[in-house]
């Protein structure tokens, strides 16, 4: 079993940066990537990022490639998602997601990130 906690969410103005941080425990030697994911109020989820468990690949969605940053330390165990530029359709709750074999199949709880305009 694998354990997620996010932080660093926040209240940031349009144009601004935040940074998101996943603390991942347990059984590690499951996880293929990690990733991080957004869902803003009445939509469906939606992938941001993802970086292999090695940290040798990652992988964006169009809209925030060039503004953010997945990144991890094997050290700490820990995931982070850069975030620059912010906009506000940024604004969503982030949650920090582990792939196993089977897919997406361990989430944080996640965390708030508001953009104000």
């Known amino acids: 079993q694998v354990q997620l906690v996010e932080s660093g969410g926040g209240l940031v103005q349009a144009g601004g940066s935040l940074r998101l941080s996943c603390v991942v425990s347990?059984?590690?030697?499951?996880?293929?990537?990690m990733g991080w994911f957004r869902q803003a109020p009445g939509t469906k989820r939606e992938f941001v990022a993802s970086?292999?468990?090695?940290?040798?690949?990652?992988q964006y969605t169009d809209s925030v490639k060039g503004r953010f940053t997945i990144s991890r330390d094997s050290v700490k165990n820990t995931i982070y998602l850069q975030m620059n530029s912010l906009k506000a359709e940024d604004t969503a709750v982030y949650y920090c997601?582990?792939?196993?074999?089977?897919?997406?199949?361990?989430w944080g709880q996640g965390t708030q990130v508001t953009v104000s305009s």
């Open positions: 970086i292999t468990w090695n940290g040798g690949n990652t």
């Open positions: 347990g059984r590690t030697i499951s996880c293929n990537a």
């Open positions: 997601a582990a792939k196993a074999a089977l897919g997406w199949d361990t």
